[in-house]
């Protein structure tokens, strides 16, 4: 591992991110330098406590695999966590999040992962077909659903609740 590791910005090489977290990653200049470094450094240090998985610097830098040095730098502020070691910490931290981490890290804003992003157009047609603002009639919607609901029923593996 580099040492500037963190200061890179993520690309599509970051692998080890879920897609929906990687589409998130296109941070600003301003945004970056505004990322909350106390709360980062709180989050990550409480729930390691809490979790009694790491006690100092040193234990949660032999954790996460990422060098002591590099995480002081991380909780004074000098530079941003990358995404390859946040996915690091989530994973070795019980309790932490991906999402929370990359918020506090300035790599993500509070309430991009409320909204489920659709990356096709019909499917958004659909969403707002059927959706409570819907310009359909309250039976054309029932018929959609149903044929929607029979063609991909083989595609689903997840049982519908009638």
């Not at 599509?12 to 897609?19: A, F, G, M, W």
């Not at 659709?118 to 409570?132: I, K, M, N």
Request: proline letters at 6%; one cysteine or more.
């Amino acid at each position: 591992m580099g040492y500037m590791e963190g200061s890179r910005q993520p690309g599509p090489e970051s692998s080890c991110l879920h897609e929906d977290c990687r589409n998130l990653l296109h941070v600003s200049s301003e945004r970056a330098a505004a990322w909350d470094v106390d709360g980062f450094r709180k989050y990550v240090i409480g729930h390691a406590q809490r979790a009694r998985v790491a006690h100092d610097q040193a234990s949660l830098a032999k954790l996460t695999k990422i060098d002591s040095g590099l995480l002081g730098r991380y909780f004074r502020g000098e530079i941003q966590p990358g995404p390859a070691n946040l996915r690091r910490i989530q994973t070795a931290i019980p309790g932490t999040t991906m999402q929370e981490l990359l918020v506090l890290a300035g790599r993500a804003e509070r309430g991009q992962f409320d909204q489920p992003q659709v990356s096709h157009p019909l499917a958004q047609e659909v969403d707002r077909l059927l959706g409570d603002k819907s310009p359909l009639p309250e039976e054309e919607r029932r018929l959609l659903v149903e044929m929607l609901e029979r063609i991909l029923d083989k595609y689903s593996n997840v049982q519908r609740i009638a």
